[in-house]
Protein backbone atom coordinates (compact mmCIF):
# COMPACT_ATOMS: atom_id res chain seq x y z
CA UNK A 1 0.00 0.00 0.00
CA UNK A 2 1.64 3.56 -0.50
CA UNK A 3 1.08 4.96 2.97
CA UNK A 4 1.69 8.59 1.78
CA UNK A 5 -1.32 8.56 -0.76
CA UNK A 6 -3.30 6.96 2.49
CA UNK A 7 -1.56 9.71 4.97
CA UNK A 8 -3.17 12.83 2.59
CA UNK A 9 -5.95 11.19 2.59
CA UNK A 10 -6.83 10.56 5.95
CA UNK A 11 -5.29 14.18 6.70
CA UNK A 12 -5.52 16.06 3.62
CA UNK A 13 -3.82 19.48 3.35
CA UNK A 14 -0.61 21.24 4.35
CA UNK A 15 1.16 20.91 7.33
CA UNK A 16 4.19 21.86 8.23
CA UNK A 17 7.12 20.29 7.61
CA UNK A 18 8.51 18.58 11.04
CA UNK A 19 11.29 20.14 11.15
CA UNK A 20 9.51 23.26 11.54
CA UNK A 21 8.53 22.66 14.88
CA UNK A 22 12.56 21.46 16.31
CA UNK A 23 13.40 25.14 15.14
CA UNK A 24 10.50 26.63 16.36
CA UNK A 25 10.50 24.95 19.83
CA UNK A 26 14.41 24.51 19.93
CA UNK A 27 16.17 22.71 22.93
CA UNK A 28 16.13 25.01 26.09
CA UNK A 29 19.51 27.29 26.99
CA UNK A 30 19.96 26.33 30.33
CA UNK A 31 22.46 25.50 32.86
CA UNK A 32 24.18 21.77 32.86
CA UNK A 33 21.65 19.82 35.36
CA UNK A 34 18.75 21.97 35.49
CA UNK A 35 15.40 20.13 35.12
CA UNK A 36 12.54 21.20 33.21
CA UNK A 37 9.59 19.60 34.83
CA UNK A 38 5.74 20.13 34.57
CA UNK A 39 2.41 19.61 35.84
CA UNK A 40 -0.06 18.80 33.34
CA UNK A 41 -4.02 18.56 34.77
CA UNK A 42 -6.68 18.02 32.95
CA UNK A 43 -9.16 20.47 33.02
CA UNK A 44 -11.92 18.66 35.35
CA UNK A 45 -12.36 20.93 38.07
CA UNK A 46 -11.49 18.65 40.64
CA UNK A 47 -7.56 19.27 41.38
CA UNK A 48 -6.56 16.95 44.51
CA UNK A 49 -4.29 15.94 46.66
CA UNK A 50 -1.99 13.64 43.96
CA UNK A 51 -1.75 16.43 42.39
CA UNK A 52 -0.29 18.77 44.78
CA UNK A 53 2.03 15.74 45.79
CA UNK A 54 3.32 15.76 42.06
CA UNK A 55 3.21 19.17 42.21
CA UNK A 56 5.32 19.69 44.71
CA UNK A 57 8.42 17.30 43.55
CA UNK A 58 8.06 18.27 40.05
CA UNK A 59 8.27 22.22 41.45
CA UNK A 60 11.03 21.09 44.08
CA UNK A 61 13.38 19.49 41.22
CA UNK A 62 13.00 22.07 38.94
CA UNK A 63 13.30 25.30 40.71
CA UNK A 64 16.55 23.25 43.22
CA UNK A 65 18.41 22.82 39.91
CA UNK A 66 18.00 26.17 38.46
CA UNK A 67 14.86 24.89 35.63
CA UNK A 68 11.64 25.35 34.75
CA UNK A 69 8.39 24.24 35.57
CA UNK A 70 5.48 24.99 33.28
CA UNK A 71 1.83 24.66 33.46
CA UNK A 72 0.24 22.23 30.67
CA UNK A 73 -3.30 21.85 30.34
CA UNK A 74 -4.80 18.66 29.02
CA UNK A 75 -8.01 19.10 27.30
CA UNK A 76 -8.28 16.51 24.78
CA UNK A 77 -10.96 15.60 26.85
CA UNK A 78 -13.90 17.48 25.57
CA UNK A 79 -16.92 15.60 28.09
CA UNK A 80 -14.58 15.94 30.96
CA UNK A 81 -14.15 19.66 30.69
CA UNK A 82 -15.45 22.24 33.43
CA UNK A 83 -15.17 26.11 32.87
CA UNK A 84 -13.38 27.81 35.63
CA UNK A 85 -11.16 24.70 35.76
CA UNK A 86 -7.83 26.14 34.86
CA UNK A 87 -8.27 29.08 37.19
CA UNK A 88 -9.39 26.70 39.99
CA UNK A 89 -6.10 24.81 39.51
CA UNK A 90 -3.99 27.97 39.59
CA UNK A 91 -5.94 28.94 42.78
CA UNK A 92 -5.62 25.73 44.63
CA UNK A 93 -1.60 25.63 43.41
CA UNK A 94 -1.22 29.18 44.69
CA UNK A 95 -2.47 28.54 47.89
CA UNK A 96 0.43 26.00 48.44
CA UNK A 97 3.26 27.99 47.00
CA UNK A 98 3.44 26.53 43.62
CA UNK A 99 5.36 28.70 41.15
CA UNK A 100 5.10 28.26 37.52
CA UNK A 101 7.39 29.70 35.33
CA UNK A 102 5.40 29.49 32.11
CA UNK A 103 2.39 28.13 31.14
CA UNK A 104 -1.21 28.54 30.85
CA UNK A 105 -2.30 31.65 31.99
CA UNK A 106 0.82 32.17 33.88
CA UNK A 107 1.19 36.16 34.13
CA UNK A 108 4.51 37.47 32.91
CA UNK A 109 6.28 34.67 31.54
CA UNK A 110 7.89 34.43 28.24
CA UNK A 111 5.90 31.55 27.10
CA UNK A 112 8.07 30.43 24.36
CA UNK A 113 6.94 27.12 24.39
CA UNK A 114 3.04 27.92 23.68
CA UNK A 115 0.47 27.09 23.22
CA UNK A 116 0.07 25.15 26.78
CA UNK A 117 -3.63 24.22 26.08
CA UNK A 118 -3.14 21.10 24.06
CA UNK A 119 -6.54 21.89 22.01
CA UNK A 120 -4.55 24.68 20.45
CA UNK A 121 -1.80 22.26 19.33
CA UNK A 122 -4.12 20.36 17.29
CA UNK A 123 -2.16 21.35 13.96
CA UNK A 124 1.15 19.52 15.57
CA UNK A 125 -0.36 16.23 16.63
CA UNK A 126 -1.62 15.82 13.48
CA UNK A 127 1.22 16.67 11.34
CA UNK A 128 2.92 13.98 13.51
CA UNK A 129 0.17 11.11 13.13
CA UNK A 130 0.03 11.91 9.44
CA UNK A 131 4.32 11.31 9.28
CA UNK A 132 3.69 8.03 11.36
CA UNK A 133 0.69 7.33 8.35
CA UNK A 134 2.93 7.97 5.75
CA UNK A 135 5.70 5.58 7.43
CA UNK A 136 3.66 2.65 7.98
CA UNK A 137 3.47 3.26 11.45
CA UNK A 138 0.08 4.09 11.86
CA UNK A 139 -3.46 3.52 10.01
CA UNK A 140 -7.01 4.09 10.51
CA UNK A 141 -9.36 2.15 12.32
CA UNK A 142 -13.21 2.03 11.42
CA UNK A 143 -14.23 0.31 14.71
CA UNK A 144 -17.30 1.09 16.46
CA UNK A 145 -17.88 1.68 20.08
CA UNK A 146 -20.31 -1.46 20.02
CA UNK A 147 -18.09 -3.87 17.98
CA UNK A 148 -15.04 -2.93 20.74
CA UNK A 149 -16.93 -3.94 23.44
CA UNK A 150 -17.98 -6.74 21.80
CA UNK A 151 -14.42 -7.95 21.47
CA UNK A 152 -13.70 -7.25 25.08
CA UNK A 153 -16.68 -9.37 25.81
CA UNK A 154 -15.38 -11.97 23.97
CA UNK A 155 -11.46 -11.09 25.00
CA UNK A 156 -12.31 -11.21 29.02
CA UNK A 157 -14.73 -14.67 28.35
CA UNK A 158 -11.62 -16.24 26.35
CA UNK A 159 -9.76 -14.86 29.51
CA UNK A 160 -7.32 -13.08 26.94
CA UNK A 161 -5.48 -9.63 27.59
CA UNK A 162 -8.01 -7.04 26.53
CA UNK A 163 -7.49 -4.52 23.93
CA UNK A 164 -6.74 -3.88 20.20
CA UNK A 165 -3.81 -5.83 19.42
CA UNK A 166 -2.60 -8.32 17.14
CA UNK A 167 -5.26 -11.06 15.70
CA UNK A 168 -8.17 -8.76 17.62
CA UNK A 169 -6.90 -5.24 15.67
CA UNK A 170 -9.35 -5.72 12.65
CA UNK A 171 -8.67 -2.83 10.65
CA UNK A 172 -4.69 -3.33 10.94
CA UNK A 173 -4.46 -5.08 7.93
CA UNK A 174 -7.61 -3.62 5.96
CA UNK A 175 -6.63 -3.42 2.14
CA UNK A 176 -6.68 -0.06 0.48
CA UNK A 177 -9.74 -0.78 -1.20
CA UNK A 178 -11.77 -1.46 2.04
CA UNK A 179 -10.25 1.63 3.36
CA UNK A 180 -11.21 3.88 0.57
CA UNK A 181 -15.11 2.36 0.68
CA UNK A 182 -14.79 2.99 4.30
CA UNK A 183 -13.89 6.46 3.07
CA UNK A 184 -16.69 6.77 0.77
CA UNK A 185 -19.23 5.48 2.89
CA UNK A 186 -18.66 8.78 5.38
CA UNK A 187 -17.84 5.91 8.22
CA UNK A 188 -15.58 7.80 11.04
CA UNK A 189 -11.99 6.60 12.16
CA UNK A 190 -9.72 7.38 14.38
CA UNK A 191 -6.09 6.86 13.66
CA UNK A 192 -4.17 3.63 15.06
CA UNK A 193 -0.52 3.19 16.53
CA UNK A 194 0.38 0.08 14.38
CA UNK A 195 2.61 -1.32 17.26
CA UNK A 196 6.05 -2.91 16.27
CA UNK A 197 6.08 -4.65 19.81
CA UNK A 198 6.08 -7.83 21.15
CA UNK A 199 4.34 -8.56 24.42
CA UNK A 200 7.56 -11.59 24.82
CA UNK A 201 10.29 -9.35 25.11
CA UNK A 202 10.71 -7.17 28.30
CA UNK A 203 12.46 -4.15 28.60
CA UNK A 204 14.72 -2.78 31.50
CA UNK A 205 13.91 0.46 32.52
CA UNK A 206 14.70 3.08 35.39
CA UNK A 207 12.63 4.97 36.97
CA UNK A 208 13.54 7.82 38.58
CA UNK A 209 11.59 6.83 41.94
CA UNK A 210 11.14 3.25 41.53
CA UNK A 211 14.49 2.48 40.67
CA UNK A 212 15.29 -0.41 37.93
CA UNK A 213 12.05 -1.80 36.70
CA UNK A 214 11.22 -4.35 33.87
CA UNK A 215 8.66 -3.56 31.74
CA UNK A 216 6.96 -5.72 28.60
CA UNK A 217 7.07 -4.36 25.38
CA UNK A 218 3.98 -2.76 24.30
CA UNK A 219 1.88 -4.54 21.70
CA UNK A 220 -1.12 -2.35 21.76
CA UNK A 221 -2.24 -0.51 18.47
CA UNK A 222 -3.62 2.29 21.19
CA UNK A 223 -5.94 5.14 19.55
CA UNK A 224 -3.37 8.27 18.88
CA UNK A 225 -5.97 10.61 17.11
CA UNK A 226 -9.63 10.52 18.11
CA UNK A 227 -12.20 10.64 15.58
CA UNK A 228 -12.38 14.41 15.75
CA UNK A 229 -8.75 14.85 14.84
CA UNK A 230 -7.90 15.30 18.85
CA UNK A 231 -4.93 13.21 19.93
CA UNK A 232 -4.87 11.00 23.26
CA UNK A 233 -3.15 11.58 26.56
CA UNK A 234 -0.54 9.05 24.94
CA UNK A 235 -0.02 10.63 22.08
CA UNK A 236 -0.58 14.21 23.11
CA UNK A 237 2.03 13.78 25.97
CA UNK A 238 5.36 12.81 24.07
CA UNK A 239 4.89 15.69 21.04
CA UNK A 240 4.61 17.92 24.23
CA UNK A 241 7.07 16.48 26.33
CA UNK A 242 9.57 17.00 23.22
CA UNK A 243 8.71 20.00 22.30
CA UNK A 244 8.63 21.43 25.56
CA UNK A 245 11.97 20.26 26.55
CA UNK A 246 10.84 18.53 29.84
CA UNK A 247 13.60 16.55 30.93
CA UNK A 248 11.75 14.96 33.64
CA UNK A 249 8.31 13.77 33.93
CA UNK A 250 6.77 13.06 37.94
CA UNK A 251 3.47 11.82 37.44
CA UNK A 252 0.96 9.30 39.46
CA UNK A 253 2.15 5.77 39.36
CA UNK A 254 -1.63 5.33 37.92
CA UNK A 255 0.91 5.96 34.50
CA UNK A 256 2.89 3.10 35.06
CA UNK A 257 0.76 0.40 33.06
CA UNK A 258 0.94 2.88 30.31
CA UNK A 259 4.62 3.20 30.34
CA UNK A 260 5.14 0.62 27.54
CA UNK A 261 2.83 2.49 25.02
CA UNK A 262 4.84 5.55 25.95
CA UNK A 263 8.44 3.93 25.33
CA UNK A 264 7.25 2.70 21.86
CA UNK A 265 5.17 6.16 20.71
CA UNK A 266 8.38 7.80 21.36
CA UNK A 267 10.38 5.51 19.41
CA UNK A 268 8.05 6.03 16.47
CA UNK A 269 8.58 9.49 16.71
CA UNK A 270 12.23 9.70 16.83
CA UNK A 271 12.01 11.84 19.95
CA UNK A 272 14.75 11.07 22.85
CA UNK A 273 12.85 9.77 25.82
CA UNK A 274 12.81 11.94 28.96
CA UNK A 275 13.59 10.53 32.62
CA UNK A 276 10.18 9.37 34.01
CA UNK A 277 9.44 8.86 38.04
CA UNK A 278 5.78 7.50 38.87
CA UNK A 279 4.88 8.96 42.07
CA UNK A 280 3.36 6.88 44.62
CA UNK A 281 -0.36 6.45 45.25
CA UNK A 282 -1.26 8.06 48.57
CA UNK A 283 -3.42 5.82 50.81
CA UNK A 284 -5.83 5.41 53.52
CA UNK A 285 -6.03 3.19 56.39
CA UNK A 286 -9.39 1.91 56.34
CA UNK A 287 -10.02 -0.59 59.48
CA UNK A 288 -7.73 -2.89 59.02
CA UNK A 289 -7.15 -2.46 55.11
CA UNK A 290 -5.24 0.14 53.10
CA UNK A 291 -7.04 1.64 50.59
CA UNK A 292 -6.17 4.92 47.67
CA UNK A 293 -8.08 7.87 48.85
CA UNK A 294 -11.61 8.49 46.80
CA UNK A 295 -12.62 11.11 45.27
CA UNK A 296 -16.37 9.73 46.95
CA UNK A 297 -15.47 8.49 50.25
CA UNK A 298 -12.73 10.85 51.22
CA UNK A 299 -13.45 14.89 50.84
CA UNK A 300 -10.11 15.08 52.21
CA UNK A 301 -8.27 14.02 48.27
CA UNK A 302 -9.71 17.33 46.85
CA UNK A 303 -7.34 20.57 47.46
CA UNK A 304 -10.64 22.64 47.75
CA UNK A 305 -11.01 20.82 51.24
CA UNK A 306 -7.93 22.60 52.90
CA UNK A 307 -9.13 25.90 51.61
CA UNK A 308 -12.47 25.85 52.86
CA UNK A 309 -11.21 24.44 56.04
CA UNK A 310 -8.61 27.04 56.51
CA UNK A 311 -5.81 24.86 56.56
CA UNK A 312 -2.74 27.10 56.92
CA UNK A 313 -0.94 26.05 53.48
CA UNK A 314 2.56 25.76 54.96
CA UNK A 315 1.56 22.85 57.16
CA UNK A 316 0.19 20.83 54.14
CA UNK A 317 3.28 21.44 52.70
CA UNK A 318 5.53 20.22 55.33
CA UNK A 319 3.25 16.86 55.84
CA UNK A 320 3.32 16.64 51.99
CA UNK A 321 7.58 17.11 52.16
CA UNK A 322 7.35 14.58 55.29
CA UNK A 323 5.58 11.90 52.99
CA UNK A 324 7.25 12.79 49.69
CA UNK A 325 10.58 13.14 50.97
CA UNK A 326 12.06 10.24 53.72
CA UNK A 327 14.92 12.47 55.26
CA UNK A 328 12.50 15.71 55.36
CA UNK A 329 11.08 14.78 58.98
CA UNK A 330 14.63 14.81 60.16
CA UNK A 331 15.79 18.06 58.20
CA UNK A 332 12.54 19.75 59.97
CA UNK A 333 13.12 18.91 63.29
CA UNK A 334 16.71 20.88 63.17
CA UNK A 335 15.10 23.47 60.96
CA UNK A 336 11.54 24.10 62.63
CA UNK A 337 11.85 28.13 61.40
CA UNK A 338 13.60 27.70 57.84
CA UNK A 339 12.11 28.31 54.52
CA UNK A 340 11.00 25.11 53.24
CA UNK A 341 12.68 25.78 50.06
CA UNK A 342 15.80 25.20 51.30
CA UNK A 343 15.52 21.90 52.36
CA UNK A 344 17.41 19.73 49.50
CA UNK A 345 14.48 17.99 48.03
CA UNK A 346 15.79 14.62 45.88
CA UNK A 347 13.80 12.47 43.60
CA UNK A 348 16.16 9.28 44.99
CA UNK A 349 14.39 9.82 48.54
CA UNK A 350 10.57 9.77 47.34
CA UNK A 351 8.76 6.66 48.42
CA UNK A 352 8.53 3.94 45.89
CA UNK A 353 5.29 2.63 47.35
CA UNK A 354 2.21 3.64 48.77
CA UNK A 355 2.46 7.05 51.21
CA UNK A 356 -0.23 7.01 53.80
CA UNK A 357 -2.57 9.80 54.37
CA UNK A 358 -3.52 10.80 57.61
CA UNK A 359 -5.76 13.60 58.49
CA UNK A 360 -4.82 13.56 62.43
CA UNK A 361 -1.30 13.60 61.33
CA UNK A 362 -1.75 16.38 58.98
CA UNK A 363 -4.12 18.32 61.96
CA UNK A 364 -1.04 17.73 64.70
CA UNK A 365 1.71 19.28 61.96
CA UNK A 366 -1.14 22.20 61.73
CA UNK A 367 -1.54 22.80 65.61
CA UNK A 368 2.37 22.75 65.60
CA UNK A 369 2.68 25.68 62.20
CA UNK A 370 -0.24 27.80 63.70
CA UNK A 371 1.32 27.71 67.48
CA UNK A 372 4.52 29.13 65.42
CA UNK A 373 2.26 32.43 64.51
CA UNK A 374 2.18 35.97 66.13
CA UNK A 375 -1.64 36.79 67.08
CA UNK A 376 -1.28 39.33 64.33
CA UNK A 377 -0.26 36.55 61.78
CA UNK A 378 -3.02 34.43 63.13
CA UNK A 379 -5.25 37.33 62.42
CA UNK A 380 -4.44 38.15 59.20
CA UNK A 381 -4.48 34.55 58.24
CA UNK A 382 -8.22 34.27 59.51
CA UNK A 383 -8.59 37.48 57.43
CA UNK A 384 -7.66 35.70 54.06
CA UNK A 385 -9.87 32.14 55.40
CA UNK A 386 -12.83 34.36 56.26
CA UNK A 387 -13.22 36.82 53.68
CA UNK A 388 -13.27 33.66 50.93
CA UNK A 389 -14.95 31.38 53.02
CA UNK A 390 -16.34 33.12 56.52
CA UNK A 391 -19.82 32.93 57.66
CA UNK A 392 -21.36 37.08 57.86
CA UNK A 393 -20.82 36.74 61.44
CA UNK A 394 -17.73 35.71 61.36
CA UNK A 395 -16.48 38.40 59.26
CA UNK A 396 -17.80 41.08 62.03
CA UNK A 397 -15.44 39.24 64.67
CA UNK A 398 -12.96 40.56 62.03
CA UNK A 399 -14.16 43.76 62.26
CA UNK A 400 -12.80 44.60 66.20
CA UNK A 401 -9.18 43.82 65.32
CA UNK A 402 -7.77 44.92 68.73
CA UNK A 403 -10.77 43.05 70.82
CA UNK A 404 -9.57 39.78 68.64
CA UNK A 405 -5.59 40.44 68.94
CA UNK A 406 -6.44 39.99 73.29
CA UNK A 407 -8.38 37.00 72.09
CA UNK A 408 -5.51 35.34 70.04
CA UNK A 409 -2.82 36.47 72.20
CA UNK A 410 -4.95 34.34 75.10
CA UNK A 411 -5.87 31.13 72.75
CA UNK A 412 -2.14 30.97 71.78
CA UNK A 413 -0.23 32.23 74.83
CA UNK A 414 2.71 34.84 74.94
CA UNK A 415 5.37 34.49 71.55
CA UNK A 416 8.57 32.53 72.61
CA UNK A 417 6.92 30.81 75.28
CA UNK A 418 5.68 27.42 75.41
CA UNK A 419 2.54 28.04 73.53
CA UNK A 420 -1.25 26.90 73.66
CA UNK A 421 -2.04 24.71 70.51
CA UNK A 422 -5.70 24.90 70.18
CA UNK A 423 -5.85 25.71 66.94
CA UNK A 424 -5.83 23.86 64.03
CA UNK A 425 -7.64 25.14 61.14
CA UNK A 426 -8.86 28.34 59.97
CA UNK A 427 -12.49 27.60 60.42
CA UNK A 428 -11.61 25.26 63.34
CA UNK A 429 -10.45 28.63 65.30
CA UNK A 430 -12.89 30.93 64.20
CA UNK A 431 -15.72 28.63 65.87
CA UNK A 432 -12.97 28.15 68.95
CA UNK A 433 -13.23 31.74 69.88
CA UNK A 434 -17.01 32.24 68.41
CA UNK A 435 -17.85 32.79 72.61
CA UNK A 436 -15.58 35.61 72.76
CA UNK A 437 -18.38 37.75 70.27
CA UNK A 438 -21.70 35.74 70.85
CA UNK A 439 -23.19 33.89 73.71
CA UNK A 440 -22.49 30.78 72.26
CA UNK A 441 -24.86 27.63 72.02
CA UNK A 442 -23.62 25.21 75.45
CA UNK A 443 -21.21 23.48 73.75
CA UNK A 444 -20.44 20.95 76.88
CA UNK A 445 -22.91 20.16 79.58
CA UNK A 446 -22.64 20.69 83.19
CA UNK A 447 -21.68 17.84 85.41
CA UNK A 448 -22.72 19.44 88.49
CA UNK A 449 -26.69 19.23 89.00
CA UNK A 450 -29.00 22.25 89.18
CA UNK A 451 -29.25 23.86 92.55
CA UNK A 452 -25.64 23.70 93.48
CA UNK A 453 -24.80 25.14 89.98
CA UNK A 454 -27.07 28.21 90.74
CA UNK A 455 -25.77 28.73 94.23
CA UNK A 456 -22.14 28.65 92.71
CA UNK A 457 -23.40 31.48 89.91
CA UNK A 458 -25.31 33.33 92.89
CA UNK A 459 -22.36 33.32 94.91
CA UNK A 460 -19.50 34.19 91.96
CA UNK A 461 -22.11 37.12 90.78
CA UNK A 462 -22.51 38.57 94.21
CA UNK A 463 -18.58 38.67 95.18
CA UNK A 464 -17.00 39.64 91.50
CA UNK A 465 -15.18 42.29 90.73
CA UNK A 466 -13.86 42.99 87.62
CA UNK A 467 -10.70 44.73 89.09
CA UNK A 468 -9.82 41.48 91.68
CA UNK A 469 -6.44 40.72 90.03
CA UNK A 470 -6.36 36.53 89.03
CA UNK A 471 -5.07 35.54 92.45
CA UNK A 472 -7.49 37.33 94.17
CA UNK A 473 -10.03 35.80 91.92
CA UNK A 474 -9.54 32.58 92.36
CA UNK A 475 -9.47 33.09 96.83
CA UNK A 476 -12.72 34.26 95.97
CA UNK A 477 -13.69 30.99 94.13
CA UNK A 478 -12.01 28.61 96.89
CA UNK A 479 -14.38 30.26 99.56
CA UNK A 480 -17.08 29.84 97.24
CA UNK A 481 -15.67 26.23 97.06
CA UNK A 482 -15.71 25.54 100.66
CA UNK A 483 -19.02 27.75 101.71
CA UNK A 484 -20.73 24.97 98.94
CA UNK A 485 -18.94 21.74 100.23
CA UNK A 486 -16.24 21.60 97.73
CA UNK A 487 -12.95 21.16 99.02
CA UNK A 488 -11.06 24.15 98.26
CA UNK A 489 -7.56 22.91 97.77
CA UNK A 490 -7.38 20.39 95.22
CA UNK A 491 -5.00 18.36 97.49
CA UNK A 492 -7.34 17.88 100.31
CA UNK A 493 -9.76 16.73 97.55
CA UNK A 494 -7.57 14.33 96.30
CA UNK A 495 -7.00 12.94 99.58
CA UNK A 496 -10.51 12.57 101.02
CA UNK A 497 -12.73 12.57 97.51
CA UNK A 498 -15.33 11.24 99.70
CA UNK A 499 -15.74 14.01 101.96
CA UNK A 500 -16.34 17.00 99.38
CA UNK A 501 -19.02 17.34 96.72
CA UNK A 502 -16.12 18.48 94.64
CA UNK A 503 -13.16 20.08 94.47
CA UNK A 504 -12.49 24.34 93.06
CA UNK A 505 -11.93 23.01 89.60
CA UNK A 506 -15.58 22.12 89.86
CA UNK A 507 -16.76 25.37 90.98
CA UNK A 508 -14.56 26.84 88.19
CA UNK A 509 -15.99 24.70 85.43
CA UNK A 510 -19.45 25.59 86.19
CA UNK A 511 -18.48 28.93 86.07
CA UNK A 512 -16.56 28.27 82.99
CA UNK A 513 -19.56 26.56 81.13
CA UNK A 514 -22.34 29.24 82.02
CA UNK A 515 -19.51 31.64 80.42
CA UNK A 516 -18.01 30.22 77.06
CA UNK A 517 -20.48 27.26 76.91
CA UNK A 518 -17.31 24.87 76.99
CA UNK A 519 -15.85 22.97 79.72
CA UNK A 520 -11.99 23.60 78.31
CA UNK A 521 -10.89 26.96 77.64
CA UNK A 522 -7.95 28.66 78.35
CA UNK A 523 -7.23 30.67 81.35
CA UNK A 524 -11.23 32.03 82.47
CA UNK A 525 -10.03 34.97 84.52
CA UNK A 526 -8.47 36.23 81.50
CA UNK A 527 -11.55 35.46 79.57
CA UNK A 528 -13.34 37.71 81.94
CA UNK A 529 -10.94 40.42 81.82
CA UNK A 530 -11.43 40.85 78.17
CA UNK A 531 -15.33 39.87 78.17
CA UNK A 532 -15.67 43.21 80.23
CA UNK A 533 -18.01 43.32 83.58
CA UNK A 534 -20.79 44.17 81.64
CA UNK A 535 -20.43 41.10 79.39
CA UNK A 536 -19.36 38.68 82.57
CA UNK A 537 -22.93 39.80 84.46
CA UNK A 538 -24.91 39.68 81.68
CA UNK A 539 -23.70 36.17 80.45
CA UNK A 540 -24.12 34.65 84.34
CA UNK A 541 -27.52 36.38 83.93
CA UNK A 542 -28.48 34.36 81.19
CA UNK A 543 -27.20 30.68 82.97
CA UNK A 544 -28.81 31.21 85.94
CA UNK A 545 -32.04 31.80 84.06
CA UNK A 546 -32.06 28.95 81.67
CA UNK A 547 -30.81 26.95 84.49
N1 LIG B 1 -3.36 14.83 32.27
C1 LIG B 1 -2.75 13.77 33.01
C2 LIG B 1 -3.45 13.68 34.35
O1 LIG B 1 -4.11 14.62 34.73
C3 LIG B 1 -1.29 14.12 33.25
C4 LIG B 1 -0.40 12.99 33.56
C5 LIG B 1 1.04 13.48 33.44
O2 LIG B 1 1.50 14.18 34.33
O3 LIG B 1 1.67 13.18 32.43
O4 LIG B 1 -3.39 12.66 35.00
Avoid at 254 to 265: G, R, T
Avoid at 440 to 451: C, F, M, S
Wanted: with cysteine.
Amino acid sequence: MDYRKLAEKLLPGEYPPLAFYEEKYPPRDLPKGAQVTRLAPSPTGFIHLGNLFVAIANERVAHLSGGIMYLRIEDTDLKRKVDGAVEAVKNALKYFDIRFDEGAEIEGAKNEYAPYYQRERAEMYRAFAKDLIARGLAYPCFCTEESLSALREKQTAEKKITGYYGEYAACRNLTEEQIDEKLKAGLPFVIRLKSQGNPERKIAFRDRIKGDITVTENDQDVVILKSDGIPTYHFAHAIDDHFMRTTLVIRGEEWLASLPIHLELFQALGFPLPAYGHNCSLMKQDGETRRKLSKRKDPELSLEFYRQEGYYSRAVKVYMLTLLNSNFEEWYLKNPESPLQSFKFTVEKMGKSGALFDLDKLNDISKNELAKLSAEEMLAFLKGWAEEFGTEEQKGYLKEEEYLLKVLNLCMGTAGKKRRKDFTTAKQAMEQIAYFFRKGARQDKYRTEKQTRNAILKAFADSYRYSDDAQTWFGKLKEIAASLGFAAEMKDYKQNPEGYKGSVSDVAEVLRIAVTGRANTPDLWTILQILGEKETRARIAQAQEES
